[in-house]
Each structure stands twice: as C-alpha cells, then as structure tokens.
C-alpha cells in the first residue's frame, strides 16, 4: 500500500497533539463491511453498511475498491452513469484509473492521486482502466466516497478537481511514529488541498507497530476511521479494528487510533482513512446515483437524466482510456 511515501517522516512538519485539556471521543460502534461488487464487476467493500446515516452525515456512501491483483484482460472500471445532489472523491492507493464527464473533467489518477467531482446539478461520467492496465493486469487498490451537498448546493455547477499525489500536505504524528496525508480539511492546524462545498476533512494514515495517533479534532464535525489494512485500536478504550472496520466516534475534540505492537506480514503497518465534516441535517432521499431532499426531486433527476439535460457523452473517448 505505498500511495504517497517519504523516505525521512522526520523531516515532515509535525501534527499538533490535542490540548491537555481536549475531550477524548469516545467509540459509539464498530462495524464490518460486507463484500460486493460495483460497476462492471470490480469487488468492493461498503464501509458504512449498518451504520445509522445520522453518524454518517455529510457522508453518504464509501467503498473500498480492492485490494485485488488483476489478471491480464480482468481489470474492470463503470460504464457511463448520471450523479446528481453530492460530490464523489476518489482515492487512487495502487493502480491507475482514468475519468472523463460530460462537463470536460477528466484525466489519470495513480498511486495517492485524487480526483474530486462535484455533481452538482447533473453530470454523466465514466471510470476505467487504460487500455494497457487492461492487457497488462496488476494491482488495483482505492476508495470512493460521496459527500452530501445542501439542499442549497444541490443544484450547484459540476466541478472537476485534480489532486495529483504531490498537492497533498503530509504530516508526521508528534512522535513520528505516523504519516498523516491531508487530501482535505483542516487537520490539526494544516490544510489539504481539496476544495470542498461541505465542510470536511479528510486524512489517510499510516501508523508503525505500536504507534499511536492522537489528532485533535473539531467539535462541530463528526468523526470516523475505517481500517485499509493491519490492525490497532480505536479510542483511548482501543476498540478492535482490522481490514474493512468502521469505528464511529462520538462528540468531544480529540481522536485516537493505535497500531498494534504485532502485524501479519502482508500488511506491515496500520493503515487508516480518518474523516468527519459538519452535519448537513437535512433530509436525505437516495436512489442509485442521486442523492436529494425528496422523492419529488428525485424524480425530477430521472426524468431531467433521460432528458439528457445532464449533458452528453462526448464522440471520442479521452486518449488512454480503455475499451472495456
């Protein structure tokens, strides 16, 4: 799992521990994600299956893609698919992924890239292997997750953001025993370079064994930590996490996380996607690829999409991009 490395951490700027006077949050649930498959049959893990959308809030949906070694000729990626009412974050950590939209977004993300599509009001997109991942196979290994607009944003302007893997802050825990990738929000005093509509921030860690990560946090958002791979604690009780976990917090100002002194071979080291935003509170009516306030909206959205008012696909696929 290398997404963005350094060869010295300790040359990193380093993350503020909380003040000693920060409330500890405290671990509400634990859930693991079951198995599935998206798209045109790429296997994915539903990181927030079970879990109440009111602990969620302003996140939707997360799905971890992989971690699978393709075969020459099985790399699989969607077909072209309408969005509308949030943002969808994409999170390249091995493999590469190519994206175009109907609003002339798109490029390759790799290996720590992100890419960040704003919805908006309605855009059509596809997501695929190139053509030589496809021939070639390999390792294919990421994340997707929607974040909610408000219903005053829901019908905002599509936006497409490239976040190439050298654009993200990095940071080294108080001690060094932890990477901290900011891709966006405000983390202990440092910024990432996502640019968000819904307040959030959003962290990918990796701790040695037997670190331990304590961030502060903001009051005002929520705050989740779902294990990539290895295996630690959640909260200062250190509620067990491993591979596909979901530890959900609850209110207070600081959040820890702690490797396990002991890791299985495969996966060296604890490896964790910390986030949390301000709750929307806003009714939610979801179906498929459209997340609304109500069904009348929601409605809307199929009737605008078959109307084509959510743009067209474009004649020529974008060079790279892989026929499937």
Do not use: C
């Amino acid at each position: 799992m290398p997404a963005v490395t350094v060869d010295d951490i300790l040359v990193l700027p380093r993350a503020a521990e909380p003040a000693a006077t920060a409330a500890e949050r405290a671990v509400i649930s634990v859930t693991t994600a079951p198995t599935g498959y998206e798209g045109e049959g790429f296997p994915v893990r539903r990181a927030f299956a079970g879990v109440d959308m009111r602990a969620l809030d302003p996140f939707i949906h997360l799905d971890q893609m992989g971690e699978v070694e393709y075969a020459p000729g099985e790399p699989k990626g969607t077909p072209w698919h309408p969005h509308r009412g949030f943002e969808t974050v994409t999170y390249m950590i091995d493999g590469v992924l190519d994206h175009s939209d109907s609003h002339g977004g798109g490029g390759s993300i790799t290996d720590g890239d992100t890419q960040w599509m704003t919805a908006g009001g309605g855009i059509l997109h596809i997501e695929a292997p190139p053509e030589e991942v496809v021939v070639s196979g390999g390792l294919f290994h990421g994340l997707q997750l929607w974040v909610n607009l408000p219903s005053r944003l829901k019908m905002t302007d599509p936006r497409y953001q490239d976040i190439g893997r050298g654009e993200v802050t990095l940071l080294s825990s108080s001690d060094g025993g932890a990477l901290l990738r900011v891709i966006a929000g405000d983390v202990a005093g440092h910024s990432g370079p996502g640019a968000t509509h819904t307040p959030i921030s959003l962290v990918h860690a990796t701790l040695a064994p037997g670190a331990q990560l304590r961030l502060p946090w903001r009051p005002d958002f929520n705050a989740l930590v779902y294990t990539l791979a290895g295996s630690g604690g959640a909260g200062s009780d250190r509620h067990p996490i491993e591979t596909g976990r979901l530890a959900v917090f609850g209110p207070g100002d600081a959040v820890t996380v702690r490797a396990d002194e002991r890791q299985e071979s495969r996966s060296p080291q604890l490896d964790v996607l910390i986030l949390g935003g301000q709750p929307i509170r806003e009714p939610v009516a979801a179906y498929g690829p459209f997340v609304m306030n109500t069904r009348h909206e929601l409605l809307q959205a199929v009737e605008d999409f078959r109307s084509g008012r959510f743009g067209g696909i474009p004649a020529e696929p974008r060079p790279g991009h892989g026929v499937l």
